[in-house]
């Protein structure tokens, strides 16, 4: 069993920053893409970012400029992180992380979610 979780989310005002993280444990043997998806009060959840297993990244263009996806891929480490600056109301939601992870079989995982609240 494979289980992702997250954690960094809080209460920051607008302008702040914030980080968050997603570690992933189990039975893991590889971990292919990556994603930060969030979701607001009555909206659709919708992709943040995204990261290759080699590193490349995308990102929705709400927040071009002001996120960052990046992962470790140290052994035992299995961690991806969201680095949020210039923080905007707009970015308050539920962050989940999903993953695509070869263990057993190939599937994909969701977190718990963690909340971020961008409030003055």
């Known amino acids: 069993q494979v289980q992702l979780v997250e954690s960094g989310g809080g209460l920051v005002q607008p302008g702040g920053s914030l980080r968050l993280s997603c570690a992933a444990s189990g039975r893991i043997f590889n971990i292919n893409a990556v994603a930060w998806y969030r979701q607001a009060p009555g909206k659709q959840r919708e992709l943040v970012a995204k990261?290759?297993?080699?590193?490349?990244?995308?990102?929705a263009d709400s927040v071009k400029g002001r996120f960052t996806i990046s992962r470790d891929n140290a052994k035992n480490k299995n961690t991806v992180y969201l680095q949020m600056n210039s923080l905007k109301t707009d970015d308050t939601a539920v962050y989940y992380c999903n993953a695509e992870v070869d263990s057993y079989f190939r599937e994909n995982y969701w977190g718990q979610g963690t909340q971020v609240t961008v409030s003055s």
């Open positions: 990261i290759s297993p080699v590193g490349t990244t995308n990102y």
